[in-house]
């Protein structure tokens, strides 16, 4: 039971939850709707989706693994309390564990891609390669990382975008209502993508700045050792802005179509604490105040996700 507990948090079983969830969400209130209210046939079926959706999170999987495999010395400055890899499972399994699952999300991709498109393929392939070159190299380099890292987080949305578009590549004559229903799809896609991109962006610096010690010590070059914290907090605060920005903008567009109620929710559960977390920026000093703000972080992309619920109706 032990190695068991020790296995899902190896592999970040809360993190795959948000992947699945967020599939899941624009799966069924963004992708479904837009079909349904055009009279369309999906092609993407369930089976399809889910076995997209397992791809997505073995593929994530395997990253957590291998990150972990090569972070052991890093890891027992910054969070020995939490190692897994070596102090319960022995590094020769966490490499075989990395392989099996990679394969595995890797199969399963393969074969969505012949029913549906073979971007799916392609960039999944492209996806492993840098995980584990993240894991090994561009974790260390400034910035690289946390931009490899937001933008894996926003394909797990664009992904289903491509899946389902491709679908109709050959289809002749056009489907009536098609183009209607791709544009809504890739407007919500784009929206979506952005915002896990954005925010994930945040989060990777303020973690790096939480990692400080462990990482400096093990000649780390990222964004708070190089151009030091207050660099580093100013960084954060403009892309903290321009999402806010963004997000009012978009909260303007919603009451203009009568969405109050997408509206208010995201007022109150994205824009606010969004607020709030630049204000506290600004007065964090120490690990445990940049651990909070960090995990605050991760909240708000969960708000950000569960919006997708109120479209279903409004599609």
């Keep these: 039971m032990k190695l068991l507990f ?6 970040r079983w809360r993190n795959l939850f948000f992947i699945a969830l967020s599939q899941s969400l624009f799966y069924y209130d963004i992708i479904v709707s837009s079909f349904n209210d055009n009279h369309l046939l999906l092609h993407l079926t369930q089976p399809l989706f889910f076995l997209l959706m397992f791809a997505s999170i073995f593929i994530a999987a395997a990253g957590y693994i291998i ?25 020769r399994w966490a490499m075989v564990l990395h392989w099996v699952i990679t394969t595995v999300g890797l199969m399963i991709s393969l074969y969505v891609s012949f029913k549906t498109s073979y971007i799916v393929i392609i960039v999944n392939v492209l996806c492993t390669l840098l995980l584990w070159f993240y894991s090994t190299t561009f974790k260390k380099k400034l910035l690289a990382g946390n931009i490899i890292i937001s933008l894996l987080t926003a394909w797990t949305i664009m992904v289903l975008y491509f899946a389902t578009g491709n679908t109709f590549h050959f289809l002749s004559p056009p489907v009536p209502g098609l183009s209607k229903a791709m544009n809504h799809i890739f407007k919500f896609a784009v929206l979506y993508a952005g915002f ?19 990482d400096a010590k093990y000649n780390c070059k990222t964004m708070p050792i190089v151009w030091g914290v207050p660099s580093s907090k100013v960084f954060v605060g403009v892309w903290l802005v321009v999402l806010i920005g963004a997000l009012i903008i978009l909260q303007f567009y919603a009451f203009q179509l009568g969405w109050w109620v997408t509206g208010f929710y995201c007022f109150l559960m994205v824009l606010l604490p969004l607020v709030w977390i630049l204000l506290k920026l600004y007065i964090a000093q120490n690990t445990r105040q940049y651990h909070q703000l960090s995990s605050l972080i991760k909240l708000v992309m969960l708000s950000g996700i569960l919006s997708m619920l109120f479209f279903k109706w409004y599609l």
């Design 6 to 11: 020790a296995f899902f948090r190896l592999i």
């Design 196 to 214: 896990a991109f954005i925010i994930s962006l945040i989060r990777e610096v303020v973690k790096d700045i939480e990692d400080m010690e462990g």
């Design 67 to 91: 990150n972990d495999y090569f972070d052991i010395n890093i890891d027992q400055v910054n969070k020995p309390e939490k190692m897994v890899v070596e102090k319960i499972i022995k590094r």
